[in-house]
C-alpha cells in the first residue's frame, strides 16, 4: 500500500513515517510540504492514500484534494484528510472536493493505521466525534423538519400560501392582490391559519412562518 504525506510541518511528517515504516504493508512513496507539492507528487507516486493536512501554503489541503480528484488517472486515489481542525466547513468541503476520510491529528497510531486501510479498501472514514456530531446535527434538522410538516399539516394548501405571504410581512390587501383573492377572503385565510396553529396574533403567525421555513420563500 503506497502512502503519501503532504504536511508542512517538518515533525509532523516524521512522526507518520516512522509510524507508517514500521508496517509491512505500508510503503511512504513521498513527503509533500505544499498543497501544490502534494498535487505534483500524487501525479508522480500514483500514492493508495494521501495523508492531506488542510493547512498549508501555496495551495491548501481541500484544493489540493480537489485537484487530485478532479485528475485523469487518479480516480484509485484516496486522499484522508489530516487536521487539527474539525469544524463543520472543513469536513464538508473536504468531502465534497473528494476526500474519502477525515481523521484529525490527535489520533491515535491504531486508529490512524485503520483509517489509512479503511481508505485504501474503497470505504469512507469519519473521525469518530465528528462523526458523532454530524449525526447529531443531521438528526436534529430531520427533526426539525418532521416537527415543521406536522405543525403545518392542519393547514389547506392556500392557508400555507398564505401563512408564507404573512412571513414575507405583506398585509391582507396585499395578500389578496398576490393569490387573485378579495381582501375579506384573504383576511378569512389569514384568521383561519391563526386559530388552527394557535397563534394569537398576526406577529405570532409571521414567527411560526419563519420556524417553519414558509418565511424563507417568495411567490
Do not use: C, W
Not at 436534529?140 to 418532521?146: D, N, S, Y
Amino acid at each position: 500500500m503506497k502512502v503519501l504525506l503532504a504536511d508542512d510541518e517538518r515533525l509532523v511528517r516524521s512522526g507518520f513515517k516512522v509510524l507508517l515504516d514500521l508496517e509491512d504493508d505500508i510503503t511512504v512513496v513521498g513527503e509533500a510540504t505544499t498543497g501544490a507539492e502534494a498535487v505534483e507528487l500524487a501525479r508522480a507516486t500514483r500514492p493508495d492514500v494521501v495523508l492531506m493536512d488542510i493547512r498549508m501554503p501555496q495551495l491548501d489541503g481541500i484544493r489540493a484534494t480537489a485537484q487530485i480528484s478532479e485528475a485523469n488517472g487518479m480516480e484509485r486515489v484516496k486522499v484522508l484528510i489530516l487536521t487539527t481542525y474539525d469544524t463543520d466547513e472543513n469536513v464538508f468541503d473536504a468531502l465534497q472536493t473528494g476526500a474519502s476520510g477525515f481523521l484529525l491529528k490527535d489520533a491515535g497510531p491504531a486508529e490512524l493505521l485503520h483509517a489509512i486501510r479503511v481508505v485504501a479498501a474503497g470505504d469512507a472514514l469519519l473521525a469518530p466525534r465528528i462523526t458523532r456530531r454530524l449525526i447529531g446535527q443531521f438528526t436534529a434538522q430531520r427533526r426539525a423538519a418532521k416537527s415543521a410538516e406536522d405543525r403545518l399539516a392542519v393547514l389547506t394548501d392556500r392557508e400555507r400560501e398564505v401563512l408564507a405571504l404573512v412571513g414575507q410581512g405583506m398585509s391582507n390587501d396585499e395578500i389578496g392582490a398576490a393569490l387573485f383573492l378579495s381582501p375579506a377572503t384573504a383576511r378569512t385565510h389569514v384568521s383561519r391559519a391563526m386559530v388552527k396553529l394557535g397563534a394569537r396574533d398576526r406577529a405570532q403567525l409571521v414567527v411560526i412562518a419563519y420556524q417553519t421555513g414558509l418565511g424563507e420563500f417568495t411567490t
